[in-house]
């Protein structure tokens, strides 16, 4: 009897053990499954969780891709059905590497630049974890905070990659000779039709929160959280409220403030160096078009296009400032789509199929 009892009693130990180890293995395949290197983008590896991460941005555009390409629903089986030579899975898949390549070009560039030392996707885990924290314990302490209460990975993400991107070109264009007339005019006889064929008379509503007017954020923080406001009042706008309607919504530690503004040829230069970004969204928009927010010198804007009439091409002297911007800009962008071109990316096929 003894020896049947301590034989079951060494069965259950055998038993507990071997559970013990197979939930201890199961966690490490686990870890080791999130942490595996997808693809290799110049030398630098990323993980399944980085590249889940853009993947899961993929998915509402690509379901919009199917659903008008081929009227395919969404479905249990949806990601992985073949509607004619394409399949879900596979084209969010190479939307995402094609998205986390270009944006891994630039952050590897800023790290050549000095800019940022670290780039390893844990380590970006860490500072947004640190970050939620500090806010969590702000509010329990009910100081203002601007922006989410809590980012979540791909907000946090973005707003780290936009920020450095902004620091990395204006580096770039310190370094870089300053453009000489004759390319600027080359440029300007590139692109100027139809970004300068001259709306003599754009005038636009506005909705705005100033940045102290024009001395800049309080914090990053504070900047997100205008851009936020706006956005929910742009968003109203184009559901049938007024401007003035929009305006009178509470805007919690800021205050929305309405005018309308015209743009014309003899203000483009002023334009140019106070509020170029909206200059350029009026010059593209249609009657009754509402913009997303949009960052100036003076502060962020929401505009909508009351009326707008024809006219001749802007001269290139009306537009030589703006044009050093623009040139700028594409010159960034150019330098970009040349890495981008010489980009070495190495797939890890296995890792890379298992994903869904």
Same mark, same amino acid.
């Given at each position: 009897?003894?020896?049947?009892?301590?034989?079951?009693?060494?069965?259950?130990?055998?038993?507990?053990?071997?559970?013990?180890?197979?939930?201890?293995?199961?966690?490490?395949?686990?870890?080791?499954?999130?942490?595996?290197?997808?693809?290799? !983008?110049?030398?630098?590896?990323?993980?399944?969780e980085e590249f889940q991460l853009f993947?899961?941005?993929?998915?509402?555009?690509?379901?919009?891709?199917?659903?008008?390409?081929?009227?395919?629903?969404?479905?249990?089986?949806?990601?992985?059905?073949?509607?004619?030579?394409?399949?879900?899975?596979?084209?969010?898949?190479?939307?995402?590497?094609?998205?986390?390549?270009?944006?891994?070009?630039?952050?590897?560039? =800023?790290?050549?630049?000095?800019?940022?030392?670290?780039?390893?996707?844990?380590?970006?885990?860490?500072?947004?974890?640190?970050?939620?924290?500090?806010?969590?314990? +702000?509010?329990?302490?009910?100081?203002?905070?601007?922006?989410?209460?809590?980012?979540? =990975?791909?907000?946090?993400?973005?707003?780290?990659?936009?920020?450095?991107?902004?620091?990395?070109?204006?580096?770039?264009?310190?370094?870089?000779?300053?453009?000489?007339?004759?390319?600027?005019?080359?440029?300007?006889?590139?692109?100027?039709?139809?970004?300068?064929?001259?709306?003599?008379? !754009?005038?636009?509503?506005?909705?705005?929160?100033?940045?102290?007017?024009?001395?800049?954020?309080?914090?990053?923080?504070?900047?997100?959280?205008?851009?936020?406001?706006?956005?929910?009042?742009?968003?109203s706008v184009r559901k049938g409220a007024?401007?003035?309607?929009? +305006?009178?919504?509470?805007?919690?530690?800021?205050?929305?403030?309405?005018?309308?503004?015209?743009?014309?040829?003899?203000?483009?230069?002023?334009?140019?160096?106070?509020?170029?970004?909206?200059?350029?969204? +009026?010059?593209? +928009?249609?009657?009754?078009?509402?913009?997303?927010?949009?960052?100036?010198?003076?502060?962020?804007?929401?505009?909508?296009?009351?009326?707008?009439?024809?006219?001749?091409?802007?001269?290139?002297?009306?537009?030589?400032?703006?044009?050093?911007?623009?040139? =700028?800009?594409?010159?960034?962008?150019?330098?970009?789509?040349?890495?981008?071109?010489?980009?070495?990316?190495?797939?890890?096929?296995?890792?890379?199929?298992?994903?869904?």
């Amino acid at each position: 009897m003894k020896r049947r009892l301590k034989l079951m009693v060494a069965a259950g130990i055998l038993l507990c053990l071997t559970i013990m180890i197979t939930l201890y293995n199961s966690t490490l395949f686990k870890e080791s499954n999130s942490k595996a290197t997808v693809v290799t !983008i110049n030398n630098t590896p990323i993980g399944t969780e980085e590249f889940q991460l853009f993947l899961d941005q993929q998915r509402s555009d690509t379901v919009g891709y199917f659903k008008e390409k081929y009227g395919a629903v969404d479905s249990p089986d949806f990601w992985t059905t073949a509607f004619g030579d394409e399949v879900p899975i596979e084209k969010a898949k190479q939307l995402a590497l094609d998205a986390l390549t270009s944006v891994k070009i630039q952050q590897l560039l =800023a790290k050549q630049e000095g800019l940022v030392q670290e780039l390893d996707y844990p380590a970006f885990l860490q500072q947004l974890a640190k970050e939620n924290k500090r806010r969590e314990t +702000a509010v329990q302490q009910k100081k203002v905070i601007y922006g989410p209460v809590q980012y979540d =990975a791909w907000s946090y993400y973005n707003y780290l990659f936009s920020n450095l991107v902004n620091d990395l070109k204006s580096k770039l264009k310190a370094q870089d000779e300053a453009a000489s007339d004759e390319t600027l005019r080359e440029f300007y006889n590139r692109i100027k039709d139809p970004l300068y064929r001259e709306k003599k008379e !754009i005038t636009v509503e506005q909705l705005y929160i100033s940045n102290n007017d024009g001395q800049g954020w309080d914090s990053a923080e504070a900047k997100q959280s205008a851009f936020d406001k706006l956005q929910e009042a742009a968003a109203s706008v184009r559901k049938g409220a007024s401007f003035a309607e929009a +305006a009178a919504h509470d805007g919690g530690t800021f205050e929305f403030q309405l005018k309308e503004q015209r743009f014309d040829q003899r203000s483009s230069k002023q334009d140019a160096e106070l509020s170029k970004a909206l200059r350029d969204w +009026a010059m593209q +928009a249609k009657k009754g078009q509402v913009s997303e927010p949009i960052e100036a010198a003076d502060g962020m804007y929401v505009l909508r296009l009351l009326t707008t009439k024809g006219g001749d091409f802007q001269t290139f002297e009306h537009v030589k400032e703006e044009l050093k911007i623009r040139y =700028a800009e594409d010159r960034y962008q150019r330098r970009i789509q040349i890495l981008r071109s010489e980009a070495h990316v190495v797939v890890n096929t296995k890792h890379y199929q298992s994903i869904k």
